[in-house]
């Protein structure tokens, strides 16, 4: 198999905010846009490693449901059911561009055991070697520490970490992070360069996060805090942007970079 070099390896991470509609459908669009985007680094030589939300949103559309169940158990269910269907989707799009995609179910739980996350980079190292697109939720139907505490935003950071991957690109539906609330203040600024040394988060209005997410802007900054040393970085970025991965890799001004000096 071939050698991975850690410069070339992106973890990607998309909230429900772009995987699901507000209706409790697939945004195809959104996993059409991304799939092609991933097709496209891969064929310049990057390794891309993919975290996904969007199984209990699924859920919900499969059974109907207008609104998030609080019940541990329901939810457990809906993961359950909703991640087979996010991953064909996936699949499907994959596919297109002669692309492989490899479902990995996580729990945070797996990183604090040696043998177990070592098993787990094992096991994504290996599939990205033989050219697949591992495709990493959280291992919700069966964990619930994922569904009470957990976020993929955390998530994605330790696994970038686990694979020392040099590149986390966070998606969301906002351009980055703002001063304040961009949904609630028309005069707020999008910051372009954050270095965590320096930046003083609690003049940061983070609002809230979105009704089939778990997370918001709280829990991408922790993720960077968790993930980042001085020779790697964090992108909080706009998925509903055309091409924005390309933009990020070449560094066009875009989003939000967050480092360490």
Do not use: C
């Amino acid at each position: 198999m071939k050698k991975i070099k850690s410069e070339k390896l992106i973890v990607i991470k998309a909230g429900s905010s772009l995987t699901t509609l507000e209706s409790g459908l697939p945004n195809l669009r959104f996993i059409k846009s991304i799939s092609e985007q991933i097709s496209m680094l891969y064929k310049k030589g990057f390794h891309i490693v993919l975290v996904s939300s969007g199984a209990i949103a699924q859920g919900m559309k499969i059974w109907n449901l207008s609104s998030k169940p609080k019940s541990v158990d329901f939810l457990q269910a809906l993961s359950a059911t909703g991640q087979i269907e996010l991953i064909n989707n996936y699949q499907k799009e994959f596919k297109r561009f002669d692309l492989i995609a490899a479902q990995v179910l996580l729990s945070h739980s797996d990183f604090g055991v040696k043998s177990r996350s070592e098993n787990a980079k094992n096991s994504i190292s290996n599939l990205i070697a033989l050219g697949a697109i591992p495709i990493i939720n959280e291992n919700d139907s069966i964990s619930t520490e994922e569904i009470l505490n957990g976020d993929n935003d955390r998530l994605s950071g330790k696994v970038a970490t686990l694979l020392s991957s040099k590149k986390l690109f966070i998606l969301t539906d906002q351009n980055g992070l703002y001063d304040k609330n961009p949904d609630q203040h028309i005069d707020a600024k999008i910051i372009s360069k954050v270095n965590l040394n320096e930046f003083n988060f609690k003049e940061v209005s983070f609002g809230d996060s979105g009704i089939l997410g778990r997370g918001g802007m709280t829990t991408k900054i922790k993720a960077a805090k968790d993930y980042l040393k001085k020779s790697n970085e964090v992108w909080i970025l706009n998925g509903n942007d055309k091409g924005i991965l390309e933009k990020a890799v070449q560094k066009k001004g875009v989003g939000t970079m967050i480092y360490l000096s």
